[in-house]
């Protein structure tokens, strides 16, 4: 054990004593905060200019009422001008395009046959407002040549509000679930990039050793199994202090940006959605700020916890055991490409099936399945635990997780002993079936 406490203590100093370290550590949060406020500002930026679409109606369906103006569009009528005229305009003016409505005996035929001619690819956003209006419209006018009252219609809207209780009696709702959501989806990208960041740094911390023949040195005292682990432990600490650091800095820069100039977090997120979405946003959203710090607060936070932490660690020991084993089987970083996708593709697949199938089923077969195979049930366990897993599921989980760990290091390490000391040769899977079953 004081060999092994050594050597993580030689991989821990090494690794945070490390020049790039020490810089990515402070620069990435002002780096990733910097662009976020660069890609909001831009966004808002191009949001605020104002698209100038002109509109020939042939039809005399459509009028102003139907095209108001919003914050970024402006409409105007050249139905008088004609088409051609119309286009010429815009054309040669500062306008965005020309939407044309022509004159047709059939409802569902003109539907069809509307055409907008712009300079460059209109936006989709722009598209889609202008294809809401008149569906809106031609749907009206069916109705009306229905002889459909539409204030009838209008007085027949009623929006259900389905309460959620489970057989226990406690309620749920939308807000709890998108948390819940919000939460696992969270916790699944954090281990992804843990494992990807950090596995390959142990694989690369091998290969160093190996290429500078350091290794021979240090397992004439040191068994090969202390020195994989030593290295698996010592940059997982190295790599949980980075992201304990990050996670303050970018609270802290987070607030200082927020209070200099004026944008919070949620202002970027927004930024993404249109202004007339984000208007009918914040009126639903508006005074919900506290309820969902209420909603957070009870969801199962120590169990979410510790759980996280076990899966954390053991989804990291698991996979860092095969990248350290690829690493030592390998001379250089180029010859691990053929290695690195069998590692890869069930983490891969974890995240795939976490977003596609956990969210909206997270207690269906497959979400289940994946919860309990070793390679994926970190990040899939971990997106279904917000949403409540039976005890005797977790327990199952983090069995078979523990009992694949012990199996994955005993087999990595028998790779480990052998290809640390194997130079020259590129190798090849029949090579590692060899030093599987050295027993030497």
Known sequence: MKKLRLIIEREFIAKVRNKS???MTFLSPIIMIGMGFLVFFLMKKN????KNIVFVDESGIFNEDVFEDTKTIKYQDFTKLGLEESKNKVKNGDFYGVLYIPKQDSL???????EFYSKD???MTVMGTLEAKIDKKIRNEKLTRFGIDLSHIKESRISSDIKMYDFSGEKSSKLKNGLKIGVGAIAGY????FVMIYGTSVMRSVIEEKTSRIIEVIVSSVKPFQLMMGKIIGNASAGLLQFLIWGILFLVFSAIASAVFGISVMDMQSAKISPEQMEAMQQATTGKGEMILQEFFKLPL???FLLFIFYFLGGYMLYSSLFAAVGAAVDNETDTQQFMMPIMLPLILAVYVGFATVVNDPHGPISVIFSYIPFTSPIVMLMRVPFGVAWWEVVISMVLLVATFLLIVWVAAKIYRVGILSYGKKPTYKDLWKWLRYSG
């Open 47 to 50: 949001d605020e200019k104002v």
């Open 108 to 114: 569902e035929v003109l539907a069809r046959t509307i």
């Open 21 to 23: 370290f020490i810089i």
């Open 121 to 123: 690819s209109p936006s």
């Open 302 to 304: 120590l169990k979410l």
């Open 190 to 193: 954090l281990l992804m990039m």
